[in-house]
C-alpha cells in the first residue's frame, strides 16, 4: 500500500511564530493532499485539500491566510501554521486519496503545541 | 451531505467479550463506508471497508463490520476483545462523488482485564 511520511511527529513553538508540516509520498504520486485537524478527544475535521500545481481548496471557516497550504510537486504537500496561538495547538494530520474505494492511507499526524 | 454518527464516545468491555461499536450514517449517494483506528499520537490504521458486494466485511485484527442499508448502519464487531484493543475507533463515510472522508465523533475503547 502507500506510503506517507509526515515530519515533524511532534513540535513546540512560542505564539507568534510559524511552523511548517511536511507531507511526504514515498513510493506514489499523490496529486492531491488532504490536511486533517484533530483536536483531543475529538474527531477529525478535514482543513483543506492541496493540489499539485495550483492553490488549495479550503474548507469553510478555515483561515487561508492562517494555515498556508503548498503542494510543489507530486511527492510533497506542507502545512504551515503562520503567527500560532495557543488554540492553534492539536495533531495534524495529512492523507493522500487513493482510489475512491482503497479509503486513505494517513500520516502519523503532527502534534503541535503552543506555548 | 454525508455525515456519520457513532453512538457511544466510550465502550468499555472486559478481555474476551464481545466488542460492539455502533455506526450510523447520512448519504444521499450509495457510500463507501470505512473503520479505523488510532492510538494514542498516531495517525489512523484502516480496520476494514465497504464498498460495494458483499455487507459483511471482514478486516484485520478479527474486526467485522456489517453493511446494512435499511438501517443505514455499519456497526464494528469483534468476538473476543483483547487488551491491545483499546484505542479510538473511528466510522468514516465517503462519496463517490467527493473522495472526501466524513468521520464519526470516535469511539473510546476500553478493555478490562
Known sequence: GAVVSQHPSWVICKSGTSVKIECRSLDFQATTMFWYRQFPKQSLMLMAT????????????????????????LT????????????????????????????YTFGSGTRLTVV | AQSVTQLGSHVSVSEGALVLLRCNYSSSVPPYLFWYVQYPNQGLQLLLKYTTGATLVKGINGFEAEFKKSETSFHLT????????????????????????????????????
Not at chain 2, 473511528?90 to 482485564?113: D, M
Open chain 1, 50 to 73: 492541496s493540489n499539485e500545481g495550483s492553490k488549495a481548496t479550503y474548507e469553510q471557516g478555515v483561515e487561508k491566510d492562517k494555515f498556508l497550504i503548498n503542494h510543489a510537486s
Open chain 1, 76 to 103: 510533497l504537500s506542507t502545512l504551515t501554521v503562520t503567527s500560532a496561538h495557543p488554540e492553534d495547538s492539536s495533531f495534524y494530520i495529512c492523507a493522500p486519496p487513493g482510489p475512491i474505494n482503497y479509503g
Open chain 2, 78 to 113: 469483534k468476538p473476543s476483545a483483547h487488551m491491545s484493543d483499546a484505542a479510538e475507533y473511528f466510522c468514516a463515510v465517503s462519496a463517490s462523488n467527493t473522495g472526501k472522508l466524513i468521520f464519526g465523533q470516535g469511539t473510546t475503547l476500553q478493555v478490562k482485564p
